[in-house]
């Protein structure tokens, strides 16, 4: 089974607009760690956001926030004010287990965002 | 900026030949992972190692293998490469707490002909 699903292979917005990229994880675990990540063009995995399954607040990071619903196992990332250089593919992923830094981040498939003026 | 370098960025190859991809970081992390990537699709790990002389096969079965002799060398090696050996191959590395994010090296685009 999928730990991570990403649904929305692509997503289209215009600058200025917030877009919200969906993140659904499975996991029995207690203890785990929800990550985001962005891959422009050229390659590179660029960190975005961090969530811990203990965290009482949503994250937030500049324009970027975690919308974390643990009932519902979901951790969307919302991009706000969108620019042209937010196009790129968008990464969710997760560590689990009790010892939670021993574990390799397992990541969904991702998906496109397109941000168009 | 991360301080996690991979080299080559690009190498293309022919069938057959042993190729080493190198990945070293400067951060002093105990933990390092190389993740197996197409155009376009997700990550997937291949290898990982908590520390010198430490590694592991990830979830994704390869005919790569890895070493880790220091703690700021982790190459990954392919003793006889294939054309469905061509993809990504990025290397990253964390520290050891739960909150921390793997950083990653700019990756190899391998292609094998």
Redesign the interface.
Known sequence: AQKITQTQPGMFVQEKEAVTLDCTYDTSDP?Y?L?W?KQPS????I?LI?Q?SYDQQNATEGRYSLNFQKARKSANLVISASQLGDSA?Y?CAM?EGPN???T???????T?LSVSS | EADIYQTPRYLVIGTGKKITLECSQTMGHDKMYWYQQDPGMELHLIHYSYGVNSTEKGDLSSESTVSRIRTEHFPLTLESARPSHTSQYLCASSESTAASEAFFGQGTRLTVV
């Open positions: 203890s760690g990550f990540y050229s390659g590179e995995m960190f961090y811990g593919m990464f560590r939670q830094a021993g390799a981040l397992i990541f969904g498939k991702g496109t």
